[in-house]
């Protein structure tokens, strides 16, 4: 499966932002999709993961209640819905997919990543 994620942009402190990433190639099989980000110094990390069905969500607590991860699999896409951003969310943000989901999600576990796309958010 390849991914390629857009969206990404230059957002004041409290505001919204809406990334996707869409899938190409061998998207016939089930699979479940993540996001992960990367501040500059820091490792990867976990953001949201959907199953294949949508049913099954996760998120880390950091973005609880201001982030919502969604996928239309007849589009092959999945969404990052970003409210209230703050300065701290700051990153190059990664979709990623997997064969199954597994929780708590784990770099590991997903096998196919896309290019990464910014946020940033100005406070």
């Known amino acids: 499966v390849q991914l390629q994620a857009s969206g990404g942009g230059l957002v004041q402190a409290g505001g919204s932002l809406r990334l996707s990433c869409a899938a190409s190639g061998r998207t016939g099989s089930s699979y479940a999709m993540g996001w992960f980000r990367q501040a500059p110094g820091k490792e990867r990390e976990f953001v949201a993961v959907?199953?294949?069905?949508?049913?099954?969500?996760d998120y880390a607590d950091s973005v609880k209640g201001r982030f919502t991860i969604s996928r239309d699999n007849a589009k092959n896409t999945v969404y990052l819905q970003m409210n209230s951003l703050k300065p701290e969310d700051t990153a190059v943000y990664y979709c990623?997919?997997?064969?199954?989901?597994?929780?708590?999600?784990?770099?590991?576990?997903?096998?196919?990543w896309g290019q990464g796309t910014q946020v940033t958010v100005s406070s």
């Open positions: 990623a997919a997997g064969p199954k989901l597994y929780l708590p999600p784990k770099l590991a576990d997903f096998g196919s």
């Open positions: 959907i199953s294949w069905s949508g049913g099954v969500t």
